[in-house]
Each structure stands twice: as C-alpha cells, then as structure tokens.
C-alpha cells in the first residue's frame, strides 16, 4: 500500500457486493477527508438496498451518507465509465469483476478484505456495534493508505482523539 507522499490519485472507485454498507461507507470517509481534491464514488456487482445502520454510524463520526444510492458496476460503467486511477475492493467478488472490467485500462486495484457486518446477528445495539467495526477499520485502512497525501483528517472525531 503506497502511503507518505505517494501521489494523490484524482479519482477512486470502492467496490464491494452490494453497494449498500462498506463500499459506502469508504466512499463518504474519503470524500469527507479529500472533499474537492479528488473524485470518489461506489459501486457493487449486486444493487443492494441503502442500509439505515450505516447512516447511524457514519453520523457518529460527522459524515452523512443518507442520500447514497446503490448502483452495480454496468450502471457505474454505463453513467461515467471506469476511468479511475484506484479502485479498492472490499470483496473478493467485487476484486475479481474489477479485474476483469479493467483489464484493459491503465488501473491501479487494491484489495482490502473487509467483513460484511450485515452478517451479525443480535439486538440493534450488536449489530451497530458490527458496523462500527467495519468502520472503523474502514477509517483506519484509509488513513494507512492516505496519509501524507493532504488530507484533512481532523475533520473526523475519531482521527482527532487519536493523532
């Protein structure tokens, strides 16, 4: 994973199955911490359905994900193309179509296995508990892979308790 002063791509794709919690998820902590500096978006090989839990606890930590609409990777394609500099895969089935959807095009992929916390079952409070887990493990991956390229980490509680 390039870090420290690596160059900045200007756009960045996250994928994961259904484009409903972690691929959001990284999107909206990117987008928050880059703001204008460079394009992010989501896409999944599934449309999944918006997930309440994940407006719940991105809202915890100042970033707003309520208007996040799921789209597959066709409907990515079809509406922008796939011209991206990075796309980060957070599931094996999202690593392997975004491997073959590419693999004509000067890209760069990551794989970052992340668990689907959906997969939890228990009250509400444990299935939050399982969402801010893969957040937060979202938020840390991204400052590894980010850090030193001008981000404005501070802008996001958890970066300011822990710098």
Known sequence: MPGAGGKL???VLFACRMNSIRSP????I??????????VT???ILKGTHDPFVDVVMAEIGIDTSRHKPKTFDELEELEGLNFDLVITLSPEAHHRAIEMTRTLSVEIEYWPT????????????CLAAYREVRDLLLHRIRARFVG???DF???PEFRQSS
């Open 9 to 11: 791509p200007q756009s």
């Open 25 to 28: 998820m990284a999107e909206g």
């Open 30 to 39: 990117l987008r928050h911490v880059f703001r204008r500096l460079m394009y």
């Open 42 to 44: 989501s896409a999944g």
């Open 115 to 126: 668990p689907e916390p959906d997969q939890q079952a228990g009250s509400r409070e444990q």
């Open 149 to 151: 390229q001008q981000p």
């Open 154 to 156: 501070r802008n996001i």
